[in-house]
C-alpha cells in the first residue's frame, strides 16, 4: 500500500483555517524540535525540517497560501472543513459503508519479512553425498544499548504530531482507505538522535552459523529454502525465508553418468605389466584398487557403490565407480632407452603381442613396421 504524503496543513500540524498567528506558532515549536542544529549529524532532522520550512513558506504568504488551498481543495474536497469536522463526517461515511457491505473497516494488516537471497559454494563430495553443510544466517535482536528504542543515551524519540504517532492516516471519502504515514514512515515516531550501535533502528543484526543439509546430488543452479531465517515479519506477519542458491565446485577427476561416476587412472609401463595396488579417488577418500598383471589401457574396473545416491534405488544405494585405465607410453629419445625397448619386445612372448599381428595381417602388412 503507498504511503500518504501529508499536506502542508499536517505538516505543520494545524487546521486548514487557521490564522496566520497560528501557522507561526506552530512552526516555531517544530522548528525547536526539529533543527538540525539540536541534532547534529541527523539526515532525519534535517530533511524533516525542511519540508516543516517549506510548508511554512507556502501557508505563511497570503499570495501563496490562496494558490495551494485552491489546489488542496480540488485534491481533497473535504480539507475545507476543520479537520474536527471532516473526521466527523468521514466517521459517518465509514459506517454508513459497513452497514451496507460495501467495505469493512481499514485495519492494519501484518507484513509478511522479505526473503533474503544467497549464494553458496560447495565441494563436489558434499553435494553428492547430500552432507549438512554451515551456512552463515543472520538475525535480529533487540538492540542492548537502547533497549530497542532506537534513540540513543540521554533522549528519545519523537510522537508524530501528522499522525499521532498511529503510523497510519485515513485518507478519502467514498473510498477512504487507511494508508502509511510518509512523515514518520508508518513508524509513529521519529528518532532525531539515533543510537550508534542499531542505527534508530532499534535492533541489531547478529550471525551465526546453521547447518544446511543438502539433498543428495543435489546440482548447481538448484534453490534451497531455509525457512524463517529472512527478515522479520511485522504486526505478526511471518518472517520471511533465506533463499540458498547452490553452485557445485566441479571434481578434477570425476565425470558424472546419471548415478555412476568415472575417472581414469593412468599407469606406467612397468605397473601395467606387472601388476598394481593403484590408488583410486572415491567420495570418501582415497582406496586401494588392485591391479591385474598384464593390464591394458583402456581397460575399465568397477567399484561397486562408491557412485551417486540414486533417487530410482531404494534409500541408501548408490550407483558405481567405473575406473578406466590409461598406459602412459613414454617419450624416448635416448639411444640406450630405445635399444632396451627393443630388447624388451625381443624377450616378450609371442602371444603378448596377438592383437598386434591379428591386426597387421588384416591390413597386409608383414614384419615390423619401420619408419620410413
Given amino acids: 500500500m503507498t504511503a500518504f504524503d501529508p499536506d502542508h496543513y499536517r505538516v505543520l500540524g494545524v487546521p486548514v483555517r487557521a490564522s496566520r498567528d497560528e501557522i507561526r506558532a506552530?512552526?516555531?515549536?517544530?522548528?525547536?524540535?526539529?533543527?538540525?542544529?539540536?541534532?547534529?549529524?541527523?539526515?532525519?532532522?534535517?530533511?524533516?525540517?525542511?519540508?516543516?520550512?517549506?510548508?511554512?513558506?507556502?501557508?505563511?504568504?497570503a499570495a501563496t497560501r490562496v494558490l495551494y488551498d485552491r489546489e488542496l481543495m480540488l485534491r481533497r474536497p473535504l480539507r475545507a472543513l476543520d479537520d474536527a469536522q471532516a473526521e466527523r463526517v468521514l466517521s459517518v461515511l465509514d459506517k454508513v459503508a459497513e452497514v451496507v457491505g460495501k467495505r469493512r473497516p481499514a485495519l492494519a494488516r501484518p507484513r509478511h519479512g522479505r526473503d533474503q537471497v544467497r549464494a553458496l559454494v560447495?565441494?563436489?563430495?558434499?553435494?553428492?553425498?547430500?552432507?549438512v553443510v554451515p551456512v552463515d544466517v543472520a538475525e535480529?535482536?533487540?538492540?542492548?544499548?537502547?533497549?530497542?528504542?532506537?534513540?540513543?543515551?540521554?533522549?528519545?524519540?519523537?510522537?508524530?504530531?501528522?499522525?499521532?504517532?498511529?503510523?497510519?492516516?485515513?485518507?478519502?471519502?467514498?473510498?477512504r482507505r487507511s494508508q502509511s504515514c510518509a512523515f514518520c514512515e508508518g513508524r509513529g515516531r521519529l528518532v532525531l538522535d539515533a543510537c550508534a550501535e542499531c542505527a534508530g533502528s532499534g535492533e541489531r543484526s547478529e550471525r551465526r552459523t546453521e547447518g544446511l543439509p543438502l539433498p543428495p546430488g543435489v546440482r548447481s543452479g538448484t534453490r534451497l529454502r531455509m525457512r524463517g531465517r529472512g527478515e522479520r515479519g511485522e504486526l505478526g506477519?511471518?518472517?520471511?525465508?533465506?533463499?540458498?542458491?547452490?553452485?557445485?565446485?566441479p571434481h578434477p577427476l570425476f565425470v558424472v553418468d546419471g548415478s555412476h561416476l568415472r575417472c581414469t587412472v593412468p599407469l606406467t609401463l612397468g605397473e601395467?605389466?606387472?601388476?598394481?595396488?593403484?590408488?583410486?579417488?572415491?567420495?570418501?577418500?582415497?582406496?586401494?584398487?588392485?591391479?591385474?598383471?598384464?593390464?591394458?589401457?583402456?581397460?575399465?574396473f568397477r567399484v561397486a557403490g562408491c557412485?551417486?545416491?540414486?533417487?530410482?534405488?531404494?534409500?541408501?544405494?548408490?550407483?558405481?565407480?567405473?575406473v578406466t585405465l590409461r598406459v602412459v607410453v613414454p617419450r624416448v629419445v635416448q639411444a640406450e632407452a630405445l635399444r632396451v625397448l627393443d630388447s624388451l619386445e625381443r624377450v616378450c612372448e609371442a602371444d603378448s603381442y596377438a592383437e598386434i599381428?591379428?591386426?597387421?595381417?588384416?591390413?597386409?602388412?608383414?614384419?615390423?613396421?619401420?619408419?620410413?
Fill in 307 to 322: 557412485g551417486l545416491p540414486d533417487p530410482k534405488r531404494p534409500s541408501g544405494l548408490r550407483g558405481d565407480l567405473f
Fill in 26 to 61: 506552530a512552526y516555531r515549536l517544530l522548528a525547536q524540535l526539529y533543527h538540525p542544529d539540536r541534532h547534529p549529524g541527523s539526515a532525519l532532522a534535517e530533511d524533516r525540517f525542511k519540508r516543516i520550512a517549506e510548508a511554512y513558506r507556502v501557508v505563511s504568504t
Fill in 122 to 131: 560447495v565441494s563436489f563430495e558434499d553435494a553428492a553425498l547430500g552432507r
Fill in 357 to 372: 599381428a591379428r591386426y597387421r595381417e588384416i591390413v597386409g602388412v608383414d614384419g615390423t613396421l619401420v619408419e620410413e
Fill in 140 to 175: 535480529q535482536r533487540v538492540c542492548g544499548a537502547c533497549d530497542g528504542h532506537g534513540a540513543k543515551a540521554g533522549t528519545a524519540a519523537l510522537a508524530c504530531h501528522v499522525c499521532a504517532g498511529r503510523g497510519r492516516i485515513n485518507d478519502g471519502t467514498l473510498r
Fill in 237 to 249: 506477519g511471518r518472517d520471511g525465508d533465506l533463499l540458498v542458491d547452490i553452485e557445485v565446485t
Fill in 272 to 300: 601395467a605389466a606387472r601388476g598394481v595396488s593403484a590408488v583410486v579417488p572415491t567420495l570418501e577418500g582415497p582406496r586401494r584398487l588392485r591391479i591385474t598383471p598384464g593390464a591394458q589401457s583402456g581397460q575399465v
